[in-house]
């Protein structure tokens, strides 16, 4: 583990599976439409290792499709209508997210939200939660013309932040998120309580510290 620049400037959370937990909503989509199908139900297990990667993720599970199949962007849509009718329903702040950003707003370290997920999701995803609605910056992932793991959508969270890049950390639970942080030239934190793809390996993601639960980023941080 490399250790913590000093001073952070600011935290940058990606949001599903390291601030919320979606998955079981983003399940929902794609089993409402298994069932239009008249399709067996499967387990959120199945899925959940890949509700980082949204629909195309759930629609490899739920389906087999590819985003090379001729019907997938078809399939897409109706999955994002799909989630669109319930993405607030069992959706979740993951355990310690109240009180890490509490614990921010207490010491006065700003803090926000980038991710892939695009802004018509985001934004009412956000609305949601209050704790959630405090972050001083929500970057989706057609906010920039580049999505993670271009480094554009976490740089662009530094300049409204009006903070350097190198004073920032960045927490995820993808690669993506890790490798678009280095790129940035930020801290990099991998979550690996959240879904962190089929492989699950976060040693092998190169970040700069892992941590296993929300409230460890304050042990990180050296924050009481």
């Not at 250790?3 to 979606?22: E, K, Q, R, W, Y």
């Not at 983003?26 to 949204?54: K, N, T, V």
């Not at 090379?68 to 109706?78: D, G, N, R, S």
């Given at each position: 583990?490399?250790?913590?620049?000093?001073?952070i400037a600011?935290?940058?959370?990606?949001?599903?599976?390291t601030?919320?937990d979606?998955?079981?909503?983003?399940?929902?989509?794609?089993?409402?439409?298994?069932?239009a199908?008249?399709?067996?139900?499967?387990?959120l297990?199945r899925?959940?290792p890949?509700?980082?990667a949204g629909?195309?993720g759930m629609?490899?599970?739920?389906?087999?499709i590819?985003?090379?199949?001729?019907v997938?962007?078809?399939?897409?849509?109706?999955f994002?209508a799909?989630?669109?009718?319930?993405l607030?329903?069992?959706?979740?702040?993951?355990?310690?997210?109240?009180?890490?950003?509490?614990?921010?707003?207490?010491?006065?370290l700003?803090w926000?939200?980038?991710?892939n997920?695009?802004?018509?999701f985001?934004?009412?995803l956000?609305?949601?939660?209050?704790q959630?609605?405090?972050?001083?910056?929500?970057?989706s992932?057609?906010?920039?013309?580049?999505?993670?793991?271009?480094?554009?959508?976490l740089?662009?969270?530094?300049?409204?932040?009006?903070?350097?890049?190198?004073?920032?950390?960045?927490?995820?639970?993808?690669e993506?998120?890790?490798?678009?942080?280095r790129?940035?030239?930020?801290?990099?934190?991998?979550?690996?309580?959240?879904?962190?793809?089929?492989e699950?390996?976060v040693?092998?993601?190169?970040?700069d510290?892992h941590?296993d639960s929300?409230?460890d980023l304050l042990?990180?941080?050296?924050?009481p």
């Amino acid at each position: 583990m490399r250790p913590v620049p000093n001073p952070i400037a600011a935290v940058l959370f990606d949001l599903d599976g390291t601030l919320v937990d979606s998955a079981p909503d983003l399940a929902l989509a794609a089993e409402r439409m298994r069932a239009a199908r008249g399709l067996q139900p499967l387990p959120l297990d199945r899925y959940r290792p890949h509700a980082s990667a949204g629909a195309r993720g759930m629609l490899d599970i739920a389906f087999g499709i590819t985003p090379e199949a001729p019907v997938y962007e078809a399939m897409k849509q109706e999955f994002l209508a799909s989630y669109a009718q319930g993405l607030l329903d069992t959706t979740h702040c993951f355990d310690g997210v109240d009180l890490l950003l509490a614990a921010l707003h207490r010491h006065s370290l700003p803090w926000g939200i980038v991710t892939n997920k695009v802004d018509r999701f985001t934004t009412p995803l956000v609305a949601g939660f209050p704790q959630l609605a405090a972050a001083g910056t929500v970057i989706s992932g057609d906010t920039t013309p580049h999505a993670k793991p271009h480094p554009e959508p976490l740089l662009e969270a530094a300049r409204r932040l009006a903070v350097a890049p190198t004073a920032c950390l960045y927490i995820g639970d993808d690669e993506r998120d890790i490798v678009a942080g280095r790129e940035a030239g930020m801290y990099t934190v991998a979550a690996s309580y959240g879904y962190l793809g089929v492989e699950g390996r976060v040693d092998h993601w190169g970040a700069d510290a892992h941590i296993d639960s929300p409230a460890d980023l304050l042990k990180l941080l050296g924050l009481p």
